[in-house]
């Protein structure tokens, strides 16, 4: 599976991706005299998206790592399409409208090297595990 958002690849290898329920707008209330509540409802609403990723793309330090790290920092907000790209047969596609990207959430301190060459294919590149967020504004 490969993760684009607004057309660009976001480097790695990520796990399932999981947007939550629609969010549901309410406000309720207890008046007196009534038994139970009332509930005025303000309808769905948009819903947060996250993903596991361990971020890595042949970075040869953790200088060009972290850089690629504040591109994606200069990303939040920014709004686009969140797309889920099925690669091999692996995976269910997906794509979202509306999204907003909140950014990337580290698990652990890094970068981290990768000694066996299992991500890139040679040892020696840096990788980071984390959390990708985005929200979805609205849903179709």
């Not at 850089?67 to 790209?85: C, I, N, P, Q, S």
């Not at 999204?99 to 991500?119: A, M, S």
Request: charged residues 20%; aromatic residues 10%; proline residues 7%.
């Amino acid at each position: 599976m490969a993760i684009f958002f607004d057309g660009q690849a976001i480097p790695g290898e990520h796990g399932p991706v999981l947007p939550e329920p629609p969010r549901h707008h309410a406000t309720t209330r207890k008046y007196q005299a009534i038994h139970g509540e009332s509930e005025i409802d303000g309808g769905r609403g948009g819903r947060p998206i996250r993903t596991h990723i361990w971020i890595h793309n042949n970075f040869a330090n953790g200088a060009a790592l972290i850089a690629y790290l504040r591109t994606l920092d200069r990303r939040v907000g920014d709004h686009g399409t969140l797309e889920v790209k099925r690669i091999g047969e692996r995976g269910v596609p997906a794509v979202y409208t509306c999204v907003t990207f909140k950014g990337f959430f580290r698990d652990e301190l890094g970068p981290l090297p990768d000694l066996t060459g299992h991500l890139d294919g040679a040892a020696g590149t840096f990788w980071i595990p984390g959390v990708l967020m985005f929200y979805q504004l609205k849903i179709d």
